[in-house]
C-alpha cells in the first residue's frame, strides 16, 4: 500500500513537472493556482509586513491594551476584500488600511512577486481606499496565447497580450493615432499584420501607403479601398483623403443646426453623432516604413515636404472625420526632416518594438513616458513581437503580439474582400485585382 501510493505521488510529481515545463497554462490551472492561493493565505501577513505595507494599531487599541494591561495589539494589516483565480494568474483586491497609499503597493510590486513566488505582480487603484494586485502565475509572453472571447467593438480590436494576462486592445475611437517603431525583424510587421487582420471584419475602410514597393501590405490588398506603393501614389492618395476629411466636415458643420429647441444629443462635432444614413464610413490610414517618405534628395524636398504637412494636417484634424492615422518606421526622429516632430506629437498611441539603440526609444517614449525607455532597450533578439506600449496619459504595458502568418492574414482579408467599402475620392488608387479568383484560393486554403 505504501508503495502504491508513493508511486502515486511520484507520477503526479512528474506530471506537474511535465506540464510546467510544456504546457505551463495547464499546469497552472490543475496545480499552480491551489499552491499559488494557499502560499498567498500562509505568507500574506508576514510578507506585508516585511514590505512595509501595514500601519501601527490605532490609538484606541492602545489605550485598551494599557488599560487592561494586555498585550500590545499587532500592526494592522491591509485586508483581501477577493481573491480570484484566472487562467494566467490570481487578482487580489485589498482594502487599504487609513494612511496608506496605492503608491505603496505600486512600489513594493517586485518584493511581492518575490515574497509569494509570482511570475510578475502589477497593482492599480480601483477606488479610493480600494487597490488591486494583478499576479502572474506564468511567464504568458512565452507562447502567447490569446482567449477564445474578447470585448471587441467598433474600431477596438484585440492586438496582443499583456505581460499581467490581461489583452491589450487598439482603440481608435480612444486613442485615434498611433506610432509603431521596431527594427528590423522586431515584430512590428507581425503587428501591423494581426491589426488588419482584425480589422477585416469591421465595417471599416482600411487605405495603405507601402513605398517597400508594396510587399508588405499588397498582399492584403483585397480588403483595402487604396493603395500607395511609391511616394508619388502617396502624396496624391495623402491629398485625396484630405479633400474626403474637408467635405465630412462640410456635412457635420451642415447637420449641426444648433438651435434652442435641438436636442443637446442631436449636437455633435464628429461623425459619430450623425444619422446613420449619413455616418460615412471610418478610414483606417496605415503608413508603412515613414522613413521612405520623410527621406528625399534635394530635388524630392517639395515632394517630400507636402507628404509630411499632409499627414500632420490628418493627425490633427482626421479625427472628427473618421480618418485614423497608424505609422509605422524603424526610427522616427527630427533627423528624419523638417516636421516630423511635429507630426509625432500628434500621434498619441505609442508602441516600441525591439530598438537598436536608446535613441530609437527615446524617439517614442521621451516625451510622455520616459520609465518606458529602459523596458523598450531591454527587449531581446528571441521574442519577436514582444512591444512597450504607451500614450499620453504617461502609463506603458510590456505586451507581445501572437504571431500571425501573412497567410493567415491574406485569407482573413481575402474572406472579408466583400466588405471593402468604395471611397470615390480615393477610386484611382483602389488596387485593381481579381475577387473571384482570391475567394476561389481562400475556400481552397
Not at 444614413?277 to 507636402?306: I, M, S
Not at 539603440?357 to 523598450?376: H, R
Request: proline content about 5%; glycine content about 6%; overall charge positive.
Amino acid at each position: 500500500m505504501e508503495t502504491l501510493t508513493i508511486a502515486s505521488v511520484v507520477v503526479i510529481l512528474g506530471m506537474a513537472a511535465l506540464l510546467r515545463w510544456r504546457r505551463p497554462a495547464w499546469y497552472w490551472l490543475t496545480f499552480g493556482a491551489l499552491v499559488a492561493v494557499i502560499r498567498l493565505r500562509v505568507r500574506y501577513a508576514s510578507v506585508m509586513e516585511a514590505c512595509g505595507l501595514t500601519v501601527p494599531p490605532s490609538r484606541l487599541r492602545l489605550l485598551l491594551a494599557r488599560a487592561t494591561r494586555s498585550e500590545v495589539p499587532a500592526s494592522r494589516v491591509p485586508r483581501i476584500r477577493r481573491l480570484r483565480v484566472t487562467r494566467t494568474g490570481l487578482v487580489v483586491r485589498v482594502k487599504l488600511q487609513p494612511g496608506q497609499d496605492a503608491f505603496d503597493f505600486a512600489a513594493a510590486s517586485d518584493r511581492l512577486r518575490h515574497s509569494f513566488g509570482m511570475q510578475g505582480v502589477s497593482s492599480r487603484e480601483v477606488k479610493a481606499g480600494m487597490v488591486e494586485l494583478r499576479m502572474t502565475g506564468y511567464d504568458v509572453l512565452r507562447r502567447v496565447q490569446m482567449p477564445t472571447k474578447t470585448e471587441e467593438s467598433t474600431l477596438r480590436v484585440p492586438v496582443s497580450l499583456r505581460e499581467d494576462g490581461s489583452v491589450h486592445y487598439r482603440d481608435y475611437r480612444q486613442v485615434p493615432h498611433a506610432l509603431n517603431i521596431g527594427a528590423t525583424q522586431s515584430g512590428k510587421s507581425v503587428y501591423q499584420r494581426r491589426l488588419v487582420a482584425a480589422l477585416a471584419p469591421q465595417r471599416v475602410a482600411l487605405v495603405g501607403i507601402d513605398c517597400k514597393n508594396g510587399v508588405e501590405l499588397y498582399p492584403l490588398a483585397r480588403r483595402f479601398s487604396a493603395l500607395a506603393d511609391n511616394p508619388d501614389d502617396a502624396l496624391g492618395l495623402l491629398e485625396a483623403l484630405i479633400d474626403r476629411m474637408e467635405t465630412i466636415l462640410d456635412v457635420i458643420r451642415r447637420e449641426q443646426r444648433i438651435s434652442a429647441d435641438v436636442p443637446d444629443a442631436e449636437i455633435t462635432a464628429d461623425i459619430w453623432g450623425l444619422p446613420e444614413h449619413l455616418r460615412p464610413v471610418p478610414v483606417v490610414l496605415l503608413v508603412d516604413e515613414v522613413a521612405e517618405l520623410a527621406l528625399a534628395t534635394k530635388a524630392e524636398e517639395k515632394r517630400r515636404d507636402a507628404i509630411v504637412t499632409a499627414l500632420v494636417r490628418l493627425a490633427q484634424l482626421g479625427r472628427a472625420a473618421g480618418i485614423y492615422v497608424e505609422v509605422c518606421g524603424q526610427r522616427f526622429g527630427a533627423d528624419l526632416g523638417k516636421g516630423i516632430t511635429l507630426l509625432r506629437s500628434q500621434l498619441t498611441g505609442r508602441t516600441a518594438h525591439r530598438v537598436n539603440d536608446e535613441a530609437s526609444a527615446n524617439m517614442a517614449f521621451a516625451d510622455i513616458a520616459p520609465d518606458a525607455v529602459l523596458a523598450a532597450v531591454q527587449i531581446g533578439t528571441d521574442r519577436p513581437g514582444t512591444a512597450v506600449a504607451a500614450d499620453s496619459s504617461g502609463g506603458w504595458v510590456l505586451t507581445r503580439t501572437p504571431f500571425t502568418t501573412l497567410r493567415q492574414a491574406v485569407n482573413t482579408c481575402n474572406q472579408h474582400a466583400d466588405l471593402t467599402p468604395e471611397l470615390p475620392e480615393l477610386a484611382d488608387y483602389r488596387p485593381a485585382l481579381d475577387t473571384a479568383r482570391a475567394r476561389e484560393l481562400t475556400e481552397a486554403a
